[in-house]
């Protein structure tokens, strides 16, 4: 009804990257079978929502975001018949399952490519982004023509050099995001690897095909999509070069997204939108520009993945880490938080699968492992809007030793270090600290679930190797343990479910300009919440918490200096504070 807030404002989501999280048949791959055997630990953590990366068939270039089969289960995962039976014991726990929507592009392997790339005059041609090489001005030619060419004007066959990509537009993976097809002498788009074709949404037939399939997936009885880049879906493909990659002018935000989106909703989401749940990613995505996708009287989604707070520590480019600025992430997380306070929703997240480890990026991972985990979801679910929590993030998994370029098996990682240090030269030691530090493979070792070789993840050899922490960082010790990061992020699970002050009441950040204080206030009706977080190593004085002594401690990582109410906060204590 009008007015009720929708279940999801009250919700917290799980993301399970399937491949890492638990292996059922011992081949070091996990699969859906290991989902359903480890329900028990995320009903008892009390997510509401699992949201699945994606389990389609897939060559596997890029760990299953490249599709080659939207209506099947890759054989690694299992069967439609496990995926049954997982989405029956996920419901039956009263929980949901989302699925991961990949639909800017396929696998080069999907039959709607092999059919498109097969002929110019193919029915499914256009289903895809075919170009012609770019003309090249003969003042660009090299004065001596090539042998046997024409002396004049070449034609393209005789050109001396390799085919022109049609503009400069760089793959997120590496190297240029066009390649050349021999076949018709075009060149197709793929903004991540070659292997990833992108689809021609301008083409109604293309958007009629994933319309019809993503209902198919909602009859069978999925509760939602997360849906990957899908700000990159409508193009502006005739932008050319001038530094368009930087801005993303040409390929984010194109002018049919809206249009797009809202005939999605039209053709899948209408009248059972109520129990769904829809997430756009949406790197480059402006406030501005989310408050117009997750306006619910727009009809297009009920919230985006923005990148603005996980951008902030780079410099050059995204292996080239630099130092947390407080005072920049306080004052993004301030801007969306105001945003979208009144039109709107936000979504909340630190980790994901194509993001190190936060503990490790944002905390210490050492001495202060569980205090830094422990703030940084306390920070995070306090906020207003729907908290994720990535697998392993609930028991303070951290960023991996890697030893060598070897050990990486992410293919943007494999290929970043080979332009930059086997074609570009650079010192290999400095890339690889960049990698360590940045790598998404930081986030996809096996989640660590007891002490043993393989942590409890595979009777065979993983995939990629579990991280040597898993001795120590496990579900097993952490659930025993006196502090346990579980049952810290149970506490705010539950609170997210039982207090609307939490999930609803107003959000105003305090002390914007501190270096190392993480302050904000959540007024509700007739409470309000006081978050104070000390994001350093050192004792940190608060005068303002002397104002705060009488009120009620509601969640802390350190109850015994809560309850004193002392205005000193030990390294990286964090506490959420009430009053009525
Ligand atoms: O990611 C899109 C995206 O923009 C990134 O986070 C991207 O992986 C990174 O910026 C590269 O520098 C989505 C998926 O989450 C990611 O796993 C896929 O690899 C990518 O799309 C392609 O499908």
């Given amino acids: 009804a009008p007015g009720t807030p929708a279940w999801w404002t009250r919700a917290v989501v799980y993301q399970v990257y399937p491949r890492s999280f638990a292996d059922s048949d011992g081949d070091g791959i996990g699969d859906l079978r290991g989902i359903l055997s480890r329900l028990d630990h995320l009903a008892d953590l009390g997510v509401d929502v699992l949201w699945l990366s994606p389990v389609y068939p897939s060559p596997q270039h890029d760990n299953g975001y490249d599709i080659s ?4 289960i890759d054989p690694i995962f ?53 170009r012609d090489p770019r003309a090249v001005a003969a003042s660009d030619l090299p004065v001596e023509p ?11 066959a005789e050109l001396p050099v390799a085919p022109v990509e049609p503009n400069d537009w760089r793959s997120a993976f590496s190297g240029p995001a066009w390649t050349f097809d021999e076949t018709t002498g075009q060149f197709y ?35 939602g999509f997360r849906m990957d880049v899908i700000n990159l879906i409508s ?5 050319v070069d001038g530094g368009a990659q930087a801005s993303g002018i040409g390929f984010q935000m194109g ?49 985006v993945f923005q990148f603005e707070h996980v951008s902030l520590d780079q410099g050059t480019d995204k292996f080239d880490p630099r130092p947390l600025d407080l005072v920049a992430l306080k004052r993004s997380m301030g801007r ?3 945003g979208l306070a009144d039109v709107g929703w936000n979504s909340l997240y630190l980790g994901n699968h194509d ?5 490790s990026r944002f905390g210490d991972d050492g001495t202060y492992r569980y205090e830094s985990a422990t703030l940084w979801a306390a920070i995070l679910h306090l906020h207003r809007g729907t908290p994720y929590v990535y697998q392993g993030e609930e028991i303070g998994m951290t960023n991996v030793p890697f030893a060598g370029p070897e050990d990486f098996r992410d293919i943007e990682s494999v290929n970043y270090y080979r332009e930059a240090v086997v074609e570009g030269g650079r010192p290999a030691d400095e890339v690889l600290a960049g990698l360590r530090a940045m790598s998404r493979d930081n986030a996809r070792t096996p989640v660590q679930w007891d002490a043993t070789p393989t942590a409890g993840f595979t009777t065979g050899t993983p995939w990629i190797p579990v991280s040597p922490h898993a001795v120590e960082v496990n579900v097993e010790a952490d659930r025993a343990s006196e502090r346990s990061v579980f049952a810290f992020y149970k506490r705010l699970i539950e609170l997210r479910h039982t207090d609307s002050t939490v999930a609803l009441g107003r959000f105003t950040m305090l002390e914007l300009d501190h270096e190392r204080l993480y302050a904000f206030t959540r007024d509700g009706d007739d409470d309000q919440l006081l978050v104070v977080g000390n994001v350093s190593g050192d004792d940190l004085e608060v005068p303002l918490l002397g104002g705060w002594a009488e009120a009620e401690v509601v969640v802390a990582n350190h109850p015994e200096r809560a309850a004193a109410a002392g205005q000193v906060l030990a390294p990286w204590e964090v506490r959420v504070l009430r009053v009525r």
């Fill in 255 to 303: 002018p049919r997204l809206h249009e797009f989106l809202q005939e999605m909703h039209e053709a899948v989401f209408a009248g059972r939108e109520a129990d769904l749940i829809t997430v756009g990613e949406m790197p480059g995505v402006t406030v501005d520009d989310a408050r117009l996708f997750t306006d619910p009287s727009r009809r297009e989604l009920d919230m």
């Fill in 69 to 72: 089969d939207y209506e099947g």
């Fill in 235 to 239: 193009k502006n493909i005739e932008q």
């Fill in 78 to 130: 299992g069967t439609l018949d496990d995926f049954d039976a997982l989405l029956e014991a996920v419901h039956a726990r009263g929980m949901k399952l989302v699925m991961d929507l990949v639909v800017n592009h396929t696998s080069d392997e999907h039959p709607w490519f092999q059919e498109s790339r097969s002929s110019l005059t193919n029915a499914k041609r256009d289903w895809y982004w075919w």
């Fill in 336 to 338: 969306w938080q105001e």
């Fill in 146 to 156: 090539a042998e046997g060419a024409s002396p004049q004007a070449p034609t393209a």
């Fill in 355 to 359: 993001q190190p480890r936060h503990v």
């Fill in 189 to 223: 788009l793929h903004l991540f690897a070659p292997q990833q074709p992108d689809l021609n949404w301008e083409n109604a037939e293309v958007r009629a095909a994933v319309y019809a399939m993503m209902n198919r997936w909602l009859d069978r009885g999925v509760d």
